[in-house]
Each structure stands twice: as structure tokens, then as C-alpha cells.
């Protein structure tokens, strides 16, 4: 990027008569006309001794005329600039004629205050029938090198983030069929010789074959609608080595709809799209493998209840051909083997509801929540009433899922917050709910035991038990049946919880959702 100045305007100037000596009628037109001048002026003899400078010079400099006048102008010229400064005055009087390159310099000068600031000087001849003079046109040079500097970081900086993005720019000009290329294109497409011209048949032999001609459709479609180009396609560096591009670019067109031109980036994403294959095919072979662990755990629950059945029933038997006066050994033994088989049951069906979360065939309808849970209540009615329970219920949102499963996540939540209440205290349930953003979010409250801080993310784990069965019954698989269910249906779920005054069980649900083959997707 570059700052285009513009030079002062002084010229060679004959005067008849000299504007500096004093005469009537000449001297104060002229002194009008100096001072008047937007730039900073300064006449100078052959020797370089200051003869008059106007007011915006003062200005700049922050000397007055009457200081100045009679003292050579390298006085304030900054040392390391003095030699060439003297030089440029002397072959501009040697020289007169117009301003060229030759008659312009930029240097530092130093201002009254001691500072040294930046300034462009061009010389004029001035001639005069009694004397002659040059005149030196000066511009300060402190805001546009400021700028330029600031235009340097920029350009750094853009540089730097269109390297480090494997990012290069390039502009068509449709009408005259010229294509040009930044440096970084040539790196994108494994060219070394940045001098190459015809980049227009370097990014046409580059493309793969077999996308060639898709890619060359894609532009026309773009040049004839006026509409953005975008296309991915693959590249073939001089190499052999094979490189994946996407390509964006805007449509210029004149007022009667012709493009005249195209303006575009080409980003290399090969790595990017190397990986998300490597994740693809990684995500596949997982879900290959949790399918397989579904259908293992439903296949082993279910053939685990037949011999389950066997055992209750033959020690339904044994218990009925033991001698009612037999008691001792062999009746406690029995009633292990009946409790156990009991336990094992409740286990064996759990996981059999844990196994149908992760299963593809569910029903998803629209399901009225607050049906859900009233019916959950009063099934519950018994528990609630022997221990007091008081269940507050806000107004729920009707979402789409599997109506059995959101039976069960809410079964879950409502029936721990029953189990864990305080010993002597009645529980105080609430289930509420809230719009927040694309989803609802829903709570279940309790003001029993609460859950440690430590234990937040454990409680959602599979088997994952905080107390003994002798004090709360159960097989450590609802919470994470609930994660699970939830997951599936686009939410998340955690709890906020405090040993004092109980948890809050929350969890999300999209506001909107559509059934799919292996999930529920957002609308």
C-alpha cells in the first residue's frame, strides 16, 4: 500500500522586480499574496541565508520572520540531513528550471521547541531584475507518515492473517480478461515464480480434471446471474502433490447487467477437510459400536430375565415345601435368594429402559408435558401423601419427543426428589419452566439432602450411586438414563444443588423440534 503525495507547486517565477525590495506599490501586494499561501514558504539567497518566510512557515517551525531573516535555513535542518539539504539548494540554483525530482526533497527539520519532524522541500527559481532568489515550497510531512506507517502495520498484519489462514486474493477483470493474482495465490497453488504473468492459465491447468468442468460451470452461472461464486474443488501443484481449495468471490456488473468483474478469495482446506473425513469416520465407527453395545445390553437384559424367572419361581416352591417350623438357616438363606432375585429384576429392567434411550425407533410426537406430569403425580399419590409432600406444578410448554421416554426422565427426577428428601421434613417439590432463547429450560426443585458439589457430574454416570441401598433403594441408572434421553432430544441437563437447602435438577429442550431416523433434529 502507498500514500500518494502530491508535491508543492513552486515553479521557476520571473518577477520584474525584485518582490523583496521594499518598493511602493509592489512590496505589500506581494507580502498579501506570501503570507496568504496555504503553504509554508521560504526565500532564500545563494548562500542559503533566509531572506523572508511567510506565516504558515512561523507556524510550522514556530520561528518568527524577524529571528530567521539573515541566518542561514540550515540552521534548522537536522545535522544528518544538512550536507544534502546544501547540495539540492545549490543545483537548484545551478539548475532552474522546472520542478522535477530533482528539486523536491524530504528531510527533518527542527523546530524552536528541539524537536525534529519530517518535511517535503521543493525548490523554485525565482528571477528578478536586481537579484535572484530561490523559493522553497515546504509541506510537513508528520500526519502522512504517520498514516504510512499505520498503512505498513496494516499491511503486515494482513499479510501475516492471509498466510497464517492459507488465504489468497485475486481480481478478475472480466471485460479485458486479465487475471491478477496477490503473492500468496502463487503459494496456494505451488508456484515459486512470482513474476509468472498469465495466471488465468496457470489457475485453469491447475484444477483437478475431474473437477474441472464443474468449477467452470459454477463461474459462468456466476457471471451471467451476477451472483456470488463460491465452489470447493481440488488443485494439482507442479508437483503431482494434490490440494483442496474453496474459492469465494463477489460479481461486479455495469448498469446494463454485465459483469466486468470478479473479485475473490481462495482458501486451502486440506487439512480441514482431511480431518473432518478422519472425524467422520471416526463418528461413524462409534455410533457402529454404541448400536452394537444397545442391541448387546437389550439382547443380554432381556435373555437374563428368563433364567431370572426360573430362580423366583423355584424358590417360590422351595419356601412353599420348607417346613413352616423349620426357620433358622434355611429360611434366611431363602430369603437372600428371593431379595437378591428381586434386586436383580428391578436391574435387569432398568437396563432394559436404558438400552431403548439409544435405540433409533423412537415415536416422536408432539407430548404435552404437563399431562406427563400429572399422570406421573398420580401415580405417585401414595408416596406423596405418606410423606406430606407438597408438588407445585407451573405451566409446561408441549415439545415433540417419545412420549414413554419424557414419561420417564420426568418419573426420574420427580421420584429422587421424593426418595432423597430430610428425614422428618416434609418435601417441597416444584416443577417449573422458562423460554430462554431457542429452548425451554425446566427445573425440578426439592428442598431435601442435597448433592455435593464433587458429585454434580458423577450422579449422571451409569451405576453411579452416593448412598447405600439399605437407606435409598435403587440401581444407580435413572440420572443417566435421563442424560441420555435428554441428549438425544438436542438438550443438556446439570443440577445446582446446596447440602442445606436441596437441588435443582434443570434441563433444556429445543423449542421446536423434528423427528429423524437416529435423532431428533432442530427445526
Not at 295 to 324: C, M, N, T, V, Y
Not at 408 to 435: D, H, M, T, W, Y
Amino acid at each position: 500500500m502507498h500514500v500518494n503525495r502530491s508535491s508543492p507547486s513552486v515553479a521557476e517565477i520571473d518577477i520584474p522586480g525584485s518582490p523583496l525590495d521594499g518598493s511602493e506599490g509592489r512590496s505589500p501586494f506581494f507580502r498579501l499574496i506570501f503570507d496568504a499561501t496555504p503553504e509554508a514558504l521560504v526565500v532564500m539567497n545563494r548562500e542559503g541565508v533566509v531572506v523572508i518566510v511567510n506565516e504558515r512557515f512561523s507556524t510550522l517551525f514556530g520561528h518568527s520572520q524577524k529571528h530567521l531573516a539573515g541566518h542561514p535555513f540550515e540552521e534548522i535542518v537536522s545535522p544528518r540531513f544538512k550536507a544534502e539539504f546544501t547540495a539540492k539548494r545549490i543545483l537548484s540554483f545551478d539548475n532552474p528550471g522546472p520542478l522535477t525530482s530533482e528539486t523536491r526533497l524530504e528531510l527533518y527539520c527542527v523546530h524552536k521547541n528541539g524537536s525534529e519532524f519530517p518535511i517535503e522541500i521543493a525548490f523554485g527559481f525565482i528571477r528578478s531584475l536586481d537579484d535572484s532568489c530561490i523559493v522553497g515550497a515546504i509541506r510537513n510531512l508528520t500526519c502522512t507518515q504517520r498514516i504510512e506507517e499505520k498503512l505498513k502495520t496494516l499491511n503486515r498484519r494482513h499479510t501475516l492473517a492471509l498466510n497464517a489462514a492459507n488465504i489468497g486474493i485475486w481480481d478478475w477483470d472480466v471485460a479485458r480478461d486479465v487475471l491478477v493474482w496477490e503473492k500468496e495465490m502463487f503459494a496456494l497453488y505451488g508456484i515459486h515464480d512470482l513474476d509468472s504473468k498469465n495466471t488465468f492459465e496457470i489457475w485453469k491447468s491447475a484444477i483437478h480434471p475431474d473437477d474441472a468442468k464443474r468449477v467452470h460451470e459454477a463461474i459462468q452461472v456466476a457471471r451471467l446471474g451476477g451472483e456470488k461464486f463460491e465452489a470447493e474443488f481440488r488443485i494439482v501443484w507442479p508437483n503431482g502433490q494434490i490440494r483442496e481449495i474453496r474459492s469465494l468471490a463477489d460479481v461486479s456488473q455495469d448498469e446494463h447487467g454485465t459483469t466486468i468483474r470478479m473479485t475473490g478469495v481462495n482458501t486451502d482446506v486440506t487439512e480441514r477437510n482431511s480431518l473432518a473425513r478422519v472425524l467422520a469416520e471416526k463418528s461413524k465407527a462409534l455410533e457402529a459400536s454404541n448400536t452394537d453395545l444397545e442391541h448387546f445390553a437389550f439382547a443380554a437384559s432381556h435373555d437374563l430375565q428368563e433364567p431370572l424367572r426360573k430362580i423366583i419361581s423355584f424358590a417360590e416352591i422351595l419356601e412353599g415345601l420348607l417346613d413352616a417350623k423349620a426357620g433358622g438357616e434355611p429360611e434366611r438363606i431363602l430369603a437372600v435368594i428371593t431379595k437378591s432375585a428381586a434386586r436383580m429384576k428391578i436391574l435387569i429392567e432398568d437396563l432394559l429402559k436404558y438400552s431403548r434411550v439409544g435405540r433409533k425407533d423412537w415415536q416422536t410426537t408432539p407430548v404435552d408435558l404437563n399431562a406427563i406430569v400429572a399422570l406421573i403425580l398420580d401415580t405417585l399419590e401414595t408416596r406423596t401423601a405418606e410423606s406430606l409432600a407438597e408438588v407445585t406444578v407451573g405451566e409446561l410448554p408441549v415439545v415433540t419427543g417419545d412420549k414413554t421416554h419424557l414419561t420417564l426422565l420426568f418419573q426420574n427426577l420427580i421420584g429422587n426428589a421424593l426418595k432423597f428428601r430430610r428425614e422428618g421434613v416434609p418435601p417441597r417439590i416444584e416443577v417449573s419452566c422458562r423460554k430462554k432463547g431457542e429452548n425451554w429450560e425446566i427445573w425440578i426443585e426439592d428442598n431435601g439432602i442435597g448433592i455435593d458439589a464433587k458429585y454434580r457430574e458423577k450422579i449422571f454416570l451409569l451405576f453411579a450411586r452416593l448412598h447405600g441401598r439399605v437407606k435409598y433403594e435403587g440401581t444407580g441408572i435413572g440420572l443417566s438414563m435421563c442424560r441420555r434421553t435428554v441428549e438425544k432430544l438436542g438438550g443438556r441437563i446439570w443440577v445446582d444443588s446446596d447440602n442445606e437447602t436441596g437441588s435443582v435438577f434443570k434441563f433444556t429442550l429445543p423449542t421446536a423440534l423434528v423427528p429423524g431416523n437416529d435423532s431428533t433434529k432442530r427445526i
